[in-house]
């Protein structure tokens, strides 16, 4: 635009010299059409300065319809972000460009990328940041909680339950489990409490069985059946039983072995059971115990130590870097997990362009807002600039060659 610019300038200089320069001589042929050349060239050069510099400011102070850019920045924003939503980006537009991509590809593209990796990385460190620093333990336990309520309801737990009891049993860890519970059990009945807990359960069934009636209470008599030599024999006998049941051979741990085994078998396959059990588990296990609330007080202590701890951020972002390698790596072998994917992601997009469609519009006016007038001014001259001064140029040439045509033609008359 400078080159143009001083070309232009230049040329007006020269032309109003040439027309001053020519005006002692107008009364001759040649001065004259000199004169006229020179002094239609100006005329022609001003104008057009004129009009040019019009569009961004006032020339000469002049405020009649000057500055016609900056005046009129509002209609012409409204004018780009019609054009842009309606015209350029409109929804079917971009949807057949989507349909034209393998999204699928894309994405496996930029997670393959380092840079992209890192910055999957950023966004989520950033995220983990940003969540920890506005959210409130008390709101994240009521959230937590509320949520696990309202959808308790609708929420199956057997379909998760019946693959990690069969998990557990394939891979032999019932075993596990009945030893650890066995031993438990070994050690609670080896306290010295538990004989008198269960002489008060034997005395209560004692004396309901006895009900006042003379004959049980003889018969209790007789048999010297008292609450505490009850207790230590039922002691001593589970303390066999349980150290019996630790050999894997036991016929009861076999026996109980093969119920559980039937058990998921008939979870699997009775929809009536399935129901029933189902049932249960949300009377007894999740509002009998308010899953919910302890679930909330559990993520709230997890907090804490996050706040506390930062590497805990760091290590839980790294595991789910490294199980997300994992699955990319799984999707870039499985043509048809990939074409899932595709379609997975243009049906998103396709529908979030359907909600969000106006927010391009809105998107373009902020960042057309952005601009000032001065701003606006200067983007469209160095855009434009060298262009419209051209419009100067060829002001004055045009205009000279016109003064001379028609000096020429109206000399003789």
């Not at 002489?199 to 048999?223: P, S």
């Not at 057309?368 to 983007?379: A, Q």
């Not at 016109?402 to 008359?413: D, M, Q, R």
Request: aromatic residues 10%; charged residues 25%.
């Amino acid at each position: 635009m400078i080159a143009n610019k001083y070309k232009a300038t230049c040329i007006l200089g020269i032309v109003s010299c040439g027309f001053l320069a020519s005006y002692p001589f107008a009364h001759t042929f040649l001065g004259g059409l000199l004169n006229r050349g020179f002094g239609a060239a100006m005329i022609g050069g001003l104008a057009d300065w004129f009009a040019v510099s019009a569009l961004f400011r006032r020339p000469l102070g002049i405020p009649f319809s000057t500055a016609i850019i900056p005046r009129n920045r509002e209609k012409i924003f409204q004018a780009l972000v019609y054009m842009v939503e309606h015209e350029i980006l409109i929804k079917d537009n971009i949807k057949k460009r989507l349909d034209d991509y393998d999204l699928s590809a894309t994405l496996l593209y930029f997670m393959n990328d380092n840079s992209g990796k890192q910055d999957v990385k950023k966004m989520i460190y950033r995220f983990l940041q940003d969540f920890l620093l506005h959210i409130k333990p008390e709101e994240l336990e009521a959230v937590i909680e509320k949520f696990v309520e309202e959808n308790i309801e609708n929420s199956k737990m057997l379909p998760y339950v019946i693959p990690s009891v069969q998990w557990l049993i394939d891979h032999e860890y019932d075993d596990k489990v009945l030893d650890l519970l066995i031993s438990q059990c070994i050690l609670v009945v080896e306290k010295d409490k538990f004989p008198h807990l269960l002489a008060d359960v034997f005395a209560a069934v004692i004396k309901k069985y006895e009900h006042g009636m003379d004959r049980r209470k003889l018969f209790n008599l007789l048999m010297d059946l008292s609450p505490k030599q009850l207790a230590k024999a039922a002691q001593h006998g589970l303390l066999t039983i349980l150290s019996e049941m630790q050999s894997r051979n036991h016929p009861l741990r076999l026996e109980g072995k093969a119920k559980l085994e039937q058990f998921v078998a008939k979870m699997k396959i009775d929809e009536d059971f399935q129901y029933k059990v189902e049932t249960w588990m949300q009377q007894n296990i999740i509002r009998k115990f308010n899953l919910g609330e302890k679930m909330g007080r559990s993520m709230v202590t997890v907090y804490h130590k996050v706040v506390v701890d930062n590497k805990i951020i760091v290590r839980g972002m790294e595991a789910l870097i490294t199980h997300l390698d994992v699955l990319i790596a799984n999707l870039a072998k499985n043509q048809e997990d990939r074409r899932k994917v595709d379609i997975y992601l243009k049906a998103t997009l396709s529908e979030w362009i359907d909600t969000h469609h106006d927010e391009i519009g809105r998107i373009v006016k902020e960042s057309l807002n952005e601009f000032t007038n001065e701003r606006l001014v200067n983007f469209v001259e160095n855009k434009m600039g060298n262009d419209l001064q051209m419009i100067r140029i060829n002001g004055s040439i045009v205009g000279g060659l016109v003064g001379v045509i028609i000096y020429g033609l109206t000399f003789w008359l």
